[in-house]
């Protein structure tokens, strides 16, 4: 009932910055929880940060606090991610995800973009 399609990810080095975007059509876009999350190649996927549906609050992994931003416009039904500070180990294919609830854990996820890649370089 929710499709999502994540764009602006790409190449840049080491220290730059990225921001991502995450446009849902299908659903109500307030109504979601709107979380990121990242896999790279062998790795198993890891939570990035959460914009809940009606409030400001927002959480966001360790690895990433002080260098990322999510927010939304429901506006435009469209959530972000802005990336600053890149390093390396930040390359990943990165997914948007809408939930109905508040969680942390990928399994609460009810609806999933195809991905965009992000490659820093050093």
């Known amino acids: 009932q929710v499709q999502l399609v994540e764009s602006g990810g790409g190449l840049v080095q080491a220290g730059g910055s990225l921001t991502l975007s995450c446009a849902a059509s299908?659903?109500?876009?307030?109504?979601?929880?709107m979380g990121w999350f990242r896999q790279a190649p062998g790795k198993e996927r890891e939570f990035v940060a959460l914009?809940?549906?009606?409030?400001?609050?927002?959480y966001y992994a360790d690895s990433v606090k002080g260098r990322f931003t999510i927010s939304r416009d429901n506006s435009k039904n469209t959530v972000y991610l802005q990336m600053n500070s890149l390093k390396p180990e930040d390359t990943a294919i990165y997914s948007c995800?809408?939930?109905?609830?508040?969680?942390?854990?990928?399994?609460?996820?009810?609806?999933w973009g195809q991905g965009t890649q992000v490659t820093v370089s050093s």
């Open positions: 299908g659903r109500t876009f307030s109504n979601y929880f």
């Open positions: 995800a809408a939930s109905s609830r508040y969680s942390l854990d990928p399994r609460g996820y009810d609806y």
């Open positions: 914009i809940n549906s009606f409030l400001a609050h927002t």
